[in-house]
T-cell receptor
């Protein structure tokens, strides 16, 4: 079974509008971390935002916010006031305990296109 | 700029050959992670080192090996290369590597092409 599921292979959004990128996860652990990364066409992976499983408030970082719904096991990324530079691949990831340490699992990604 | 450096940026080689990818973590980070990103497999975790010792292992082939040196830089060695090894290889670093909250910062990647 997929640990991280991003159901939207591609999304379109009009410039200046908000967009939500979906992410659901599967874990039986109580303690875990959720991350979002952006990968522009240039290829680098850019850290955007982090949410801990015990954090009661949704994480926010500038125009990025994470809509964390623990009971539904979802961690959707909300980008407000989209800009042309937001066009990129976005990856959701989960960090959880593993034998002897921790592991981070990435979803398949969602490609976001911002239209002018 | 994440502060993580990787060399070389591009590498083209032939099947059966061996290559070494190099990574320098952000200043102060003790953990280094290696990932492989290919079109069909997505982003796959290979291995993690923490302060010179192997900490976690993912889907790393036996033909691949890594190490972290006393100055904390790391090398990923890929041998007996196959066409399917063509991918973007990322190095990431984090301050500790033994915590749920540990954020990994990625380098620019090394694009490996095996012909």
């Amino acid at each position: 079974a997929q640990k991280i599921t991003q159901t939207q292979p591609g999304m379109f959004v009009q410039e200046k509008e908000a967009v939500t990128l979906d992410c659901t996860y599967d874990t039986s652990d109580q303690s875990y971390g959720l991350f979002w990364y952006k990968q522009p066409s240039s290829g680098e992976m850019i850290f955007l935002i982090y949410q801990g499983s015990y954090d009661e408030q949704n994480a926010t970082e500038g125009r990025y916010s994470l809509n964390f719904q623990k009971a539904r096991k979802s961690a959707n990324l909300v980008i407000s006031a989209s800009q042309l530079g937001d066009s990129a691949m976005y990856f959701c990831a989960m960090r959880e305990a593993d034998t002897g340490g921790f592991k981070t699992i990435f979803g398949a990604g969602t490609r976001l296109f911002v239209k002018a | 700029d994440s502060g993580v450096t990787q060399t070389p940026k591009h590498l083209i080689t032939a099947t059966g050959q061996r290559v070494t990818l190099r990574c320098s973590p952000r200043s102060g980070d003790l953990s280094v992670y290696w990932y492989q990103q290919s079109l069909d497999q997505g982003l796959q975790f290979l291995i993690q080192y923490y302060n010179g010792e192997e900490r976690a292992k993912g889907n790393i082939l036996e033909r691949f090996s890594a190490q972290q040196f006393p100055d904390l830089h790391s090398e990923l060695n890929l041998s007996s290369l196959e066409l399917g090894d063509s991918a973007l290889y990322f190095c990431a670093s984090s301050s500790a590597g033994a915590d749920i909250t540990d954020t990994q910062y990625f380098g620019p990647g090394t694009r490996l092409t095996v012909l």
